[in-house]
């Protein structure tokens, strides 16, 4: 390697020459790491959120004070493993969406236009849905949710909520943090974190950094034997580092939580026009059955153009079963899901797959078939005819909840803090969320000359979002325990009877609906 | 004469499980070795001017240091003065806000701070840390520090205080330059230097006003006294001469910023009764306040007056009415709250803790 350097040296620019020479003073390096306010591991929504909203604070600062963009003299430093050039030049066309679709709240949305973000995203991939429809297979009790009772009926009804592609929105974030300039921001991309460990208090002319993290961050890849590792110290470390998150590990912060055994499978999907077209013409819908034999309800969220992501929360074995099928057979178990009895879906569940010769999958058959005995609801949605090619994945559901998000010099956001069901869509908002107040807390603290690392500016993080964070997860595991109680039981009549009686008394629903927007 | 010291909050274990102390003599003799020697190097150091009288009380001198070493524990017995401190920055931009009212091009950060008092430094580091590295550049936070020098008579607080610093580089960076001190010295040994001492050490960035670097004894732009007129000893100061002292450190068109606790009925249920109860009631270590020596906002005021009417030298005779022109007056009441902590509420003065300026006339 040493030979291979000096043989190619005369064919390499001078700043790169620099770069691998530094190697030999790694041990000058070892005892003054570079110093920084801000190391945000992971370079996920979370993380890229609260980079760029730290970037774009221009609010009141002091009750009494003028605007400043007072967290922007921060020297901040993004760790990603993963390649960050991908996302930034990710695109589709505009009839194909990613599988990777996330539910944003208003209150997210208004963050991410706050921090200048939202103008970065591709708003034509994007679409709002101004109601939800939400049903249990069993009973049939229905609950809708929409703005109706908060507006007039002449005026247009405010959005639930607005699907986006989260590659959508990670790239919008990156150009958003590209146009606040390279000035006091570092991003480590393709560079994974080898260690943390605390900082010493070696030179007797420089400050006491033994209780200061300090992390080795070492190229991944094909990188990794040409690009030196870097040394840095983080006056905060914010943990985006998502369920394994190992800035977590090096708090020593533990997590409690279970997995659920189930899979959510995903896949983009093409609609039929409705039968009853919207009205007003923007108006869309998402739709969640809630399907207790099978271990989970299915929900079809709308993207543009009369495209909808699904999202179907099932045992692990139904979720090989479905992602097994062929395209038409995956199509109408979806259709069938939405509407026939939970004993026929559990018969369709596993009749076996189409042979080749066949025109038609026996699961299309069956549909057709059942569909003609089955009474349906005035609120399914219109029919999938198209499935995406390669948009079928699954993923393990899980629910974790950090004992705590703060210790001294450490921040956990996002699914470092907490992973949740996704049956309420509520993952990504949290995090976000998480990263709202983490950023105002931190520009109080700028602002009243606290150590944003300090115990006492992150304790108002944690007990801002703590509380939140643990009642949104604990009603979605909830929900989960209460739709996966099979038959007509106490169980199934109760929660039948609750959802009844929100969906009659407007003042509750109205409550209901504050609360999830968060 | 020396600076008393800060006060102390929150919760001391060890003096709670000694059980409640019948009295405070008891604990100064417990600790009274201690007490000499805190004393003995509180003042050798500055001994120059051989002030014979000190305004901190031997026993509160103690009482402090004996609480040194959780002074920074953010859940330790200071907890509630580190929760106050915020504040304390939002008073000052107050002040200054209502002095130079909204400049129209960003202000620069050219306000030299003097903290008396400042204990383990919980102020004057959350100060230093807002002082910009690039002195010409805008004003990062509305109290506009370009320095601050920060004098306690303890010895060991102050060694805390720079221990502290030290695991902060920034702030480290600023003690390095000197925009940052720490002085274990008093108030009197401060005026007492005269401008030819100053010049001795000549890394000093605090040459009072630089543009005059001559005759005048060292002055600041801005001088604070947070929790500290509560804790003058009787015996040998009063609040008027201490008062009298911190005016003749301020700058002409200056502020003078502290803040106290008031003498009156709810204060003395809040915080000789509630306060200093027992666990888990009592938030700060048993023995921290005197409510005796309490001050009421109109007993400040009027020693400010006097103490401005005495002169800018301190000899009496000279100044007098005309020297009351131009002093602004501002005070505000200060509560807290446990579970959602300090507040600052208009008209609460006379229920406890309150902040209390003055500015000096041009």
Redesign the interface.
Same mark, same amino acid.
């Given at each position: 390697m040493r030979l291979a350097s000096r043989a190619l040296r005369p064919y390499i620019c001078p700043s790169c020459r620099h770069g691998a020479g530094s190697r030999r003073f790694k041990s000058q390096l070892a005892q003054s790491p570079d110093?920084y306010d801000v190391v945000c591991v992971g370079g996920g929504p979370a993380g890229l959120g609260l980079v760029a909203a730290l970037r774009n604070v221009h609010q009141k600062?002091?009750? %009494?004070?003028?605007a400043?963009p007072?967290t922007s003299?921060l020297r901040i430093a993004l760790v990603e493993s993963q390649d960050l050039q991908k996302a930034r030049s990710w695109g589709l066309e505009p009839t194909k969406f990613s599988n990777r679709v996330s539910s944003l709240t208003p209150s997210s949305v208004s963050f991410l236009r706050s921090i200048g973000a939202w103008e970065h995203l591709d708003t034509d991939r994007v679409q709002n849905y101004q109601e939800m429809q939400v049903w249990d297979g069993v009973s049939g009790s229905r609950i809708s949710f929409d703005w109706s009772m908060e507006t007039s009926p002449f005026e247009d009804k405010p959005s639930v909520a607005t699907m986006t592609e989260n590659a959508n929105l990670v790239r919008g974030l990156l150009a958003r943090i590209a146009a606040s300039g390279d000035e006091n921001l570092s991003v480590f991309e393709n560079m994974t974190v080898a260690s943390i460990e605390n900082g010493s208090d070696h030179l007797p002319?420089?400050?006491? %950094?033994?209780?200061?993290p300090v992390l080795s961050v070492a190229p991944t890849g094909s990188a990794a034997s040409t690009k030196p590792a870097s040394r840095i110290a983080a006056?905060l470390l914010v943990g985006a580092d998502g369920i394994n998150s190992p800035v977590r590990s090096f708090a020593d912060i533990p997590t409690h939580g279970w997995d659920y055994n189930r899979h959510g499978v995903v896949a983009t999907l093409a609609l039929a026009e409705p039968d009853v077209p919207p009205f007003p013409a923007s108006m869309r819908t998402a739709y969640q059955r809630f399907l207790p034999a099978l271990g989970g309800p299915i929900a079809l969220l709308p993207l543009p153009n009369n495209h909808a992501t699904l999202v179907w929360s099932t045992t692990p074995e139904h979720a090989a079963y479905l992602k097994s099928l062929s395209a038409p057979a995956f199509l109408a178990m979806v259709n069938a899901a939405f509407r026939l009895s939970m004993t026929d879906l559990k018969y369709m569940m596993g009749i076996d797959r189409a042979t080749s010769a066949e025109q038609t999958s026996p699961h299309e058959d069956e549909l057709s078939w059942r569909l003609q005995h089955t009474p349906l609801p005035s609120q399914i949605p219109p029919t999938a005819i198209g499935l995406q090619q390669g948009t079928v994945a699954s993923f393990p559901l899980r629910f974790r909840h950090a004992a705590q998000y703060v210790s001294p010099r450490i921040a956990l956001v996002g699914d470092a803090a907490h992973v949740i069901h996704p049956l309420a869509g509520q993952g990504l908002n949290l995090g976000l969320a998480d990263v709202a107040s983490l950023s105002r807390t931190i520009q109080?603290a700028?602002?009243?000359?606290?150590?944003i690392g300090? %115990? %006492?500016t992150l304790?108002h993080y944690a007990s801002e979002r703590y509380l939140p964070n643990a009642k949104i997860g604990g009603t979605c595991d909830l929900l989960h325990k209460m739709y996966n109680v099979p038959g007509n039981g106490p169980v199934t009549w109760a929660r039948s009877l609750g959802l009844d009686v929100i969906n009659r008394l407007p003042f509750v629903k109205s409550f209901l609906m504050k609360n999830a927007e968060g | 004469m020396a600076a008393p010291l800060r006060p102390m909050s929150n919760l001391a274990p060890r003096l709670l499980l000694a059980g409640r102390p019948a009295t405070r003599p008891t604990r100064t003799t417990l600790l009274q070795h201690h007490h000499h020697h805190e004393r003995r190097t509180a003042a050798t150091p500055q001994a120059r001017t051989h002030s014979t009288t000190s305004s901190v009380s031997a026993s509160e001198l103690t009482h402090f240091s004996a609480l040194a070493s959780s002074w920074w524990d953010p859940m330790g017995p200071s907890r509630i003065l580190h929760l106050m401190n915020p504040l304390r920055h939002e008073f000052i931009a107050s002040c200054l806000a209502d002095s130079s009212p909204s400049p129209s091009s960003p202000a620069k950060a050219d306000l030299h701070y003097l903290d008396i008092g400042c204990g383990g430094g919980i102020f004057a580091e959350s100060l230093a840390r807002t002082i910009p590295t690039d002195p010409d550049a805008a004003a990062p936070t509305p109290t506009r520090a370009a320095s601050m020098t920060a004098i306690d008579p303890s010895t060991n607080l102050i060694q805390i205080a720079r221990d502290h610093a030290r695991m902060d580089p920034a702030v480290d960076a600023h003690l390095r330059s000197g925009k940052f001190k720490y002085l274990n010295t008093t108030l009197e040994d401060v005026l007492a230097t005269t401008p030819s001492s100053s010049t001795s050490s000549p890394s000093s960035p605090l040459s009072p006003s630089p543009s005059a670097p001559t005759a005048s004894p060292k002055q600041y732009d801005m001088v604070t006294l947070f929790e500290v007129l509560e804790h003058i000893d009787p015996q040998t100061s009063t609040p008027l001469t201490f008062l009298t002292n911190c005016l003749r450190a301020l700058k002409p068109g200056g502020w003078l910023i502290g803040s106290t606790i008031s003498r009156t009925l709810p204060s003395f249920l809040l915080n000789q009764v509630v306060a200093e109860a027992p666990w888990p009631i009592g938030v700060v270590p048993r023995g921290t306040h005197e409510w005796s020596k309490f001050v009421n906002p109109p007993e400040v005021r009027a020693w400010l007056q006097e103490g401005l009417m005495r002169g800018g030298d301190g000899v009496a005779g000279r100044g007098g009415q005309g020297l009351l022109e131009g002093m602004q007056w501002r005070c505000v009441g200060a509560v807290y709250v446990p579970g959602f902590g300090w507040k600052m509420v208009p008209g609460s003065e006379d229920w406890g803790n309150y902040f209390w300026a003055v500015r000096k006339g041009v």
């Open positions: 110093i600062t002091f009750k %009494l004070g003028r400043s007072i003299n002319d420089g400050p006491d %950094l033994s209780a200061w006056r109080y700028v602002s009243h000359g606290m150590d300090d %115990l %006492l304790d | -």
